[in-house]
């Protein structure tokens, strides 16, 4: 389960670097798949503050809303661990 977690989170922190790409262009289909993504994954990995803060951010991209993107990336950023030890363990 272990090496289950650690993919999830390389995936997830490569997603972050696409997501910070496509908000530099405004890439809102992009940017909502990304939600979609965390919105769908995180809670069954033990992280459900990422994946309610994915919802948020596949809506405010399905509305083109900027500012409310802007406001949740660096949220989104911050509930995922940098490393796997920083992790809670899997459900």
Known sequence: MREL??????TR???????????????FAAIRAIGHAFRGSSASFGFPEAGRIGAALEEAAG???????????????????????QAPPPP
């Open 5 to 10: 977690l650690e993919l999830f989170l390389e």
């Open 63 to 85: 509305r083109a809303d900027r500012m409310a993107v802007q406001d949740l990336v660096p949220r989104l950023r911050e509930s995922i661990p940098e490393t796997g030890s």
């Open 13 to 27: 922190r490569a997603d972050l670097v696409r997501l910070d790409a496509a908000f530099a262009v405004l890439d």
